[in-house]
């Protein structure tokens, strides 16, 4: 089995989860961080390079201030409780977005041990917080046309791989199969310009219930597959 360089996964179904359980959606958001760790270790065992997850949009902040704030709690949580095992494991953390309305404490935090982890080279674990796509693409343009206007680059040098490098995602292969799990068919904002040749793969298991056996399924399934990047092969 061919392992892929990069998987990314939109994690969804913790509230359905939580209800189909008569639970508090905060239930369902700590049963997803389970599920994180599983998938974390499983990519480990795979020898995945890199591993992406949609942690909380930008639109998250649209929810509840209660499951906003449960949500902050799960990432501090997180940060400090499996700090340890990440750097025991040779995982090097990288989180991508925004930092604005992010609370300072986990602003700091990250900081740290992204800064601790960043000669672990097992697993690059990529945590999109206060992320979305369009955000991403509007401040990489926002980048680019002032070092234009401060002479640092000219306009008309621009071009897919220069816009690239502007992305919160600079240096980082775009991913070879985009996973989104309670079978939701739409892709949420979520690294719009990095899939546009990215294999889908949508499962109706609910996140909190994902786990090796899912990620090794998926894995399987890019196997059979054969990406093109908009050519042809065997006059198909």
Do not use: C
């Not at 796509?133 to 008309?156: F, H, M, Q, T």
């Not at 990215?198 to 786990?211: A, I, M, N, R, Y």
């Amino acid at each position: 089995m061919l392992v892929p360089r990069h998987i990314a996964i939109i994690m969804d179904g913790n509230n359905r989860w939580a209800k189909r359980k008569k639970l508090p959606a905060v239930s369902g958001h700590r049963a997803g961080v389970k599920a994180l760790r599983r998938v974390i270790d499983s990519a480990l065992e795979l020898g995945i390079e890199y591993l992406t997850l949609y942690a909380f949009s930008v639109d998250n902040w649209k929810r509840s201030p209660k499951e906003v704030d449960s949500l902050m709690n799960l990432m501090r949580k997180f940060l400090h409780k499996d700090e340890k095992q990440l750097k025991d494991k040779g995982v090097r953390l990288i989180v991508i977005g925004r930092k604005d309305r992010v609370p300072d404490d986990i602003l700091k935090k990250v900081d740290d041990l992204t800064a601790e982890t960043a000669d672990n080279h097992k697993l690059k674990l990529v945590i999109a917080f206060n992320y979305g796509a369009r955000s991403e693409i509007v401040d990489a343009a926002a980048k680019i046309i002032n070092d234009v206007l401060k002479g640092k680059l000219k306009a008309g040098d621009i071009d897919e791989e220069g816009f690239g490098s502007y992305l919160y995602t600079a240096g980082i292969p775009d991913p070879d199969m985009l996973i989104r799990t309670s079978g939701e068919m739409r892709l949420s904002n979520f690294l719009l310009w990095q899939i546009s040749y990215t294999e889908l793969w949508v499962t109706p298991v609910l996140w909190p219930d994902f786990g090796k056996k899912d990620l090794i399924a998926a894995v399987k399934e890019l196997n059979h597959r054969q990406r093109r990047y908009g050519g042809r092969k065997n006059g198909d």
